[in-house]
């Protein structure tokens, strides 16, 4: 049976703002945006065979407000040290440093970083076991 296709979608206030960190940093690429649909800004974000992407939706004339708490988190398991450090590396080149995590055992193996609404992203240096 083929996995459905997971798409994480959350609001903002600038999408504008989002762009680089997501695209330039994470590597995402622009997969479809919209603009005032029924009021709504939005952009989607993934990689080429990935079954999942990400939306950003900015509701016009609404604050959607940042990251709830520091443990909101979206982690990317990268098993291979190369892959990881350049993944870090791009990050890095791209203006963002990474931020202590709030829970401690994602410093162990990982970099956290924060997207400009606060929302966290974890690159783990780990194969993650089920």
Do not use: C, K
């Amino acid at each position: 049976m083929p996995y459905p296709t997971l798409r994480v979608a959350r609001p903002t206030n600038d999408l504008a703002a989002l762009l680089p960190f997501y695209r330039d940093g994470l590597s995402f690429e622009v997969i479809g945006q919209f603009t005032d649909h029924d009021g709504f800004d939005g952009l989607m974000l993934g990689h080429a065979q990935a079954p999942y992407h990400l939306e950003f939706t900015r509701e016009r004339g609404h604050a959607a407000g940042g990251a709830p708490s520091a443990e909101h988190l979206l982690i990317f398991y990268l098993p291979e040290a190369e892959a990881w450090r350049a993944a870090v590396d791009r990050m890095r080149r791209a203006g963002f440093a990474p931020v202590p995590a709030h829970n401690p055992y994602w410093d162990q193996q990982g970099l956290t970083f924060q997207d400009p609404d606060g929302y966290r992203v974890v690159l783990q240096q780990a194969a993650w076991a089920r």
